[in-house]
């Protein structure tokens, strides 16, 4: 029997933490610097459309980033909506009625078999002729984003809510608690704790297929770079920039959704 440490015990040390931002502000540092190294590329590419060292590339860079609030915006919405949807669509694949489990099943399977583009181009063009009311494009993106996650995150909340000990239940039903409190204060708050990654899986996931709302006009970054790159013919130098952006914008969001983390870890220790 050995008498070493157990490796899973072992502490983070704080040189370590230290090392860990030093190689993270390190890579902030690089891809900051990124864009005007590239600019210094010989005659065959033309980087100075997004050198923001000379004036009309600093106004190309501007003119991208200002469809970043669409993106935002667009992503936000669209998630809010379709965790509301899909925590209401996952209560009765729950239910003890095959009917109400059935269901769940038939609209998850069947948004779920829609591709995201062509639901989006149903909603943006085939919804006002059924509806009779005309949808923007914005209003437009966010139906066909939120109605796709939604089939998405139901059955994360599904597996989330399965996963609590049925001895929960039983502990609210000893205090009288009715079914629709002890969803709201014993079951989901646990619930939520363990899927809160994958949760966060579906918010990047919302923000890269935000892209898709361009071919509908949403003045997003991919839009605003298709229609730079129609003006400057540069699509290589554009295409680099927006890859980038998404980048920097997918880096924050995960580094929030792993500050969240510790945080819940950090109070259930408590």
Not at 119 to 139: C, D, E, K, N, S
Request: charged share 15%.
């Amino acid at each position: 029997m050995g008498t070493g440490m157990d490796s899973h015990n072992l502490k983070p040390t704080p040189h370590g933490e230290r090392g860990k931002k030093k190689a993270r502000v390190s890579r902030w540092l690089l891809l900051l610097a990124l864009i005007p190294a590239l600019s210094a590329c010989g005659d065959s590419f033309g980087w100075y459309v997004v050198d923001p060292t000379n004036k009309s590339g600093w106004l190309n860079l501007k003119f991208m980033l200002s469809g970043l609030w669409y993106t935002i915006a667009l992503s936000l919405t669209a998630m809010s909506i379709s965790l509301v949807v899909g925590l209401i669509v996952s209560l009765p694949a729950l239910s003890p009625y095959k009917a109400l489990r059935m269901t769940n099943r038939v609209y998850v399977d069947v948004v779920r078999s829609v591709p995201l583009l062509v639901l989006m181009l149903w909603v943006y063009h085939g919804l006002p002729i059924l509806t009779g009311i005309q949808i923007g494009a914005f209003w437009s993106g966010v139906i066909a984003l939120s109605a796709s996650d939604s089939a998405f995150e139901a059955e994360i909340f599904r597996g989330g809510i399965q996963s609590v000990d049925k001895g929960q239940y039983e502990a609210a039903q000893t205090v009288a608690l009715g079914y629709t409190d002890t969803m709201r204060f014993v079951i989901l708050p646990q619930a939520i704790k363990r899927i809160l990654p994958a949760i966060g899986n579906q918010f990047i996931y919302m923000l890269k297929m935000s892209s898709l709302v361009s071919v509908i006009g949403v003045e997003e970054l991919t839009r605003k770079a298709n229609e730079l790159s129609t003006v400057e013919y540069r699509p290589l130098e554009i295409y680099t920039v927006l890859i980038l952006e998404y980048m920097v914008l997918i880096l924050l969001v995960s580094a929030g959704v792993r500050w969240m983390e510790r945080r819940m870890l950090a109070g259930e220790r408590r």
